[in-house]
C-alpha cells in the first residue's frame, strides 16, 4: 500500500506544467533591452517565462502571500491553520492558506476551486518542491500569475504598468504587482485604486519591519504614486519584431542605441520624401566582422498611415536596377575576363531586342572598367556581362545568398546586370558585406572603384579629414520604382532602399539622390574609423610576371597576384606596340587577352567605338593612315536587328536614321540597300531611309574601297 501511494505521488505531477499554454513574441536587442513584443494566441500579454526573479519583487511576493516559502515542502500546516480560524472567525472565506508552490500549481491546473481541487494542489505541491528550487518555483509563478486585465506574468506586468524592466522596478512598484495577483479581477490599476494603494503600503510596511528595505527606501515608496492606465509596449524594430519566431523570446543582434539612432534618421527622411509621393524607406546595418545585423528598419515610419506600412520591404524582392555591377566587375577580375582598367565598348547596341541605354542616354565609345563601375553606366556592363555569360554570374548571384533568382538564367539574359532580377535589401546587403570581408586583390580593386562614386553630399574625403570613407554603389530600377544604396567600410555595410510598396514608381526617384543621402546619414551615426582595406600583399616581381602578353603563356602565378606590364591607353596587358606601366594584377588576368588597340604605335579604337569617344577626349588622335575594312562600322543599326518605321499624326511613315562611322573625319561613304544605291554622306554619317517590310542589307563603301555590311527586318 504504501509503494502504491509512494508511486501515485511520484507520477502526479505532469511532465510540463504548463503545456499548452501561449505566450507573447518577444524580441530583445543584444544588450537585452526589449525591442518589441506581439501579443499572444490567446489574447494575453504573458511572456515567456524567465529563470529569475528580481530581489524586490521576491522579497515583496514571499512578504505578502507566503512569508514561510523558503522553508515549507510546499505546504505550510501554520498558514493551513491561521486560515481556518480567520475563516471560521469570519463566517466566510477570507484566506485560503495557500502557498505559492500550491498557487503554481493551481494557475497550471486551471480547475474550478473547492476542497477536493486544494487537496489534489497540496499534494503536487509537494511533488513540485521535489522536482525544483525554490528559486525555479518562484520563477514559475511570477511568470504565469495574473496581473489584472490582460496581463500575465511580472514581465509583461512591469512593462504594461511602469513601462521598464522587472528588474528595474522600484520598491513600491514591486510592491504593487506583488498584491496584484491576490485579486486581479477586482483590484488593479483601472480600478478600486483606494483599496489598490492600501494593501500596497502594508506590503511596504512589512518589508520594512521585516528588515528587506531601509526606512528612506520605505518613505520613498509611499510617496510614489501607483500607476495609470496600461502603457504601449516599446515598438522598437517593429518589422523585424513581426519576422521573429512567434510565441517565443529572442535575443536578436541589433544594438539597441544604434536601432534608435538608425530609425530616428531613416523616418525623418522617409517623412520628408512621403510630401514628394516616395512613402516607403527601408534600412539595414551589418557588422563585416560577424555578419550579424546590428540595425533594422524593414520600413520607416510605421505608425505614418499609407498603404504599404505594415510591408517589410527589407525582406520583399525588389527589382535590383544597377545594385548587382559591382559583383559582376569583382567575378571578371577574379577569372581574368578584364583587368582592373580594361577598356569596355559604350556604344548603341541590340542585342536580340535587347537594346541597353545609359542612364543620361548617353554613350562615350570606351570606358575603363573601374571608371564604368564608379560610374554605374549600363552598356559596357551589358558588354561585360555577354562577355563573363549570364549562366555564370547567375550562378554566383546564388551562391552569394540571392533567394530570388528562382528562374533559369536564360530567362533573365543580359538584363540581369540592369534590374531583371529581383533581390531583396537584407540579402544583398549581407552579400556586399561578405564581399567586404573577403580579401584578394580583385575585391580590392573593386572596392577602391567602389570609393570614386560621387557622393550625394559633394563632400571629397581626400580634402576634408573628417569626412568618412565609403565604397559605395548605387542602384535605381526601370521606371523609378526603386532606389538602392549600398556602402562599405571596413567595418559595417549599410543598405537603403527607397520607393513604394505597391511598386508605382516616381520622377526623380534615384538611388543617388533618394537613397544615397540616408546611406551617409547612417555612416555618420557609426562609430568613427579612420582605417580603410587594406591592399593585399602584393606579390614578389618576377621576370616571366614581367613579360609583355606576347609571352605570356609560361606566366608564372604568384599569389595574391602578379606584377605585369599593363596598356596604359587600354587598360589590358599590354603588346609589343603599347605604352606599358607595370600594375600588380589578380593571378588569373595572366591569361586575359592582350590590348588589340595600337598598331604601329598608334592607339586606334575601332570606328563605333572612335565615333563616341573622340567627343570625350580631344586627345585622341586616332589613326594617321588608311585601314582597310575595319575603317568602317555601323553605329545603328546592329546585326540581326528588327526594326519599325516610326510614323507622324498624319499616318505618313518618318523613316529610319541609319548610322556609320569612319576612322577618317573627311571621309565620304556611299550607300546601298540590297545592291540600289541610295545615297552618300560626307561627315556626318547619317542616312533616312524607309526600306519595305522584310529583311534587308545596307552595305557601305568608302573612297579606299572599304566596306562594312549590316543585315536587319523591317516589322510588318
Known sequence: ?????????????????????????????????????????????????????????????????????????????????????????????????????????????????????????????????????????????????????????????????????????????????????????????????????????????????????????????????LPGAPLPLPAWASHYVEGCPRGVRTVSTLQFPLQKAVEAVVNRRSDELAREGIADMAAIVMDNRTGN??????????????????????????????????????????????????????????????????????????????????RSLNVPAVFLLRQYGVPRFHALLKEAGLTTLTEAPEHYGLSLILGGAEGRLKEITAAYADMARTSGLSVWYTLEALKEVNRPDELDWRLIRSVRKAAWKTGTSYGFRDAWAVGMTPAYTIGVWAGNADGHGVPGLTGAHTAGPVLFDILNLLPADDRWFPEPETAEASGPALKKADGRAGHHRPSPGAWVAVCGDSGMLAGPDCPGKEMLIPAAGLDSEPCPYHRTGEFVL????????????????????????????????????????????????????????????????????????????????????????????????????????????IAD
Open 606 to 713: 575601332p570606328p563605333a567605338m572612335e565615333w563616341y569617344y573622340r567627343p570625350h577626349h580631344p586627345e585622341y588622335t586616332g589613326a594617321t593612315r588608311r585601314r582597310t575594312q575595319t575603317a568602317i562600322q555601323f553605329i545603328y543599326p546592329q546585326a540581326g536587328a528588327i526594326l519599325s518605321i516610326p510614323r507622324q499624326l498624319s499616318g505618313e511613315k518618318e523613316g529610319i536614321v541609319f548610322r556609320a562611322a569612319h576612322h577618317s573625319s573627311d571621309a565620304t561613304l556611299w550607300w546601298h540597300l540590297d545592291n540600289t544605291y541610295v545615297g552618300e554622306t560626307r561627315l556626318r554619317h547619317e542616312l533616312l531611309l524607309s526600306p519595305a517590310p522584310g529583311q534587308h542589307t545596307l552595305t557601305v563603301v568608302d573612297g579606299e574601297g572599304c566596306t562594312a555590311a549590316v543585315r536587319f527586318t
Open 293 to 374: 545585423v546590428v540595425a533594422y528598419v524593414g520600413n520607416a515610419s510605421p505608425g505614418r498611415e499609407r498603404a504599404g506600412a505594415a510591408v517589410d520591404i527589407a525582406r520583399a524582392p525588389r527589382s535590383t536596377g544597377s545594385i548587382l555591377k559591382p559583383f559582376l566587375y569583382a567575378a571578371a577580375l577574379e577569372d581574368g575576363t578584364i583587368l582592373p582598367k580594361t577598356l569596355l565598348p559604350d556604344i548603341p547596341v541590340n542585342l536580340g531586342g535587347f537594346a541597353p541605354q545609359n542612364f543620361d542616354r548617353q554613350y562615350y565609345g570606351a570606358v575603363a572598367a573601374d571608371e564604368a563601375l564608379a
Open 1 to 225: 500500500m504504501a509503494a502504491a501511494l509512494l508511486t501515485g505521488w511520484l507520477l502526479c505531477l505532469p511532465r510540463d506544467l504548463f503545456k499548452g499554454v501561449s505566450y507573447s513574441t518577444v524580441v530583445e536587442s543584444a544588450e537585452g533591452e526589449l525591442l518589441g513584443a506581439r501579443i499572444a494566441d490567446d489574447g494575453q500579454w504573458r511572456f515567456p517565462p524567465c529563470d529569475t526573479v528580481p530581489e524586490r519583487f521576491a522579497a515583496a511576493i514571499i512578504q505578502f502571500e507566503d512569508r514561510h516559502f523558503r522553508w515549507h515542502p510546499g505546504v505550510d500546516p501554520v498558514a493551513l491553520v491561521r486560515a481556518a480560524v480567520d475563516n471560521t472567525r469570519s463566517g466566510h472565506v477570507v484566506s485560503g492558506g495557500s502557498t505559492l508552490t500550491m498557487q503554481v500549481i493551481r494557475l497550471s491546473r486551471q480547475k474550478e476551486r473547492n476542497l477536493w481541487q486544494k487537496i489534489i494542489e497540496a499534494v503536487q505541491a509537494t511533488r513540485l518542491e521535489l522536482r525544483y528550487s525554490k528559486k525555479h518555483i518562484l520563477s514559475l509563478y511570477a511568470s504565469h500569475a495574473p496581473f489584472g486585465g490582460n496581463v500575465v506574468g511580472l514581465e509583461a506586468a512591469a512593462w504594461r504598468y511602469f513601462g521598464r524592466p522587472a528588474n528595474e522596478l522600484s520598491w513600491a512598484e514591486a510592491a504593487t504587482l506583488a498584491v496584484l495577483p491576490n485579486a486581479p479581477s477586482s483590484i488593479h490599476p483601472g480600478k478600486n485604486r483606494e483599496e489598490l494603494l492600501q494593501k500596497r503600503n502594508r506590503l511596504l510596511r512589512r518589508l520594512l519591519e521585516h528588515g528587506d528595505m531601509t526606512t528612506d527606501d520605505y518613505e520613498a515608496a509611499l510617496e510614489e504614486p
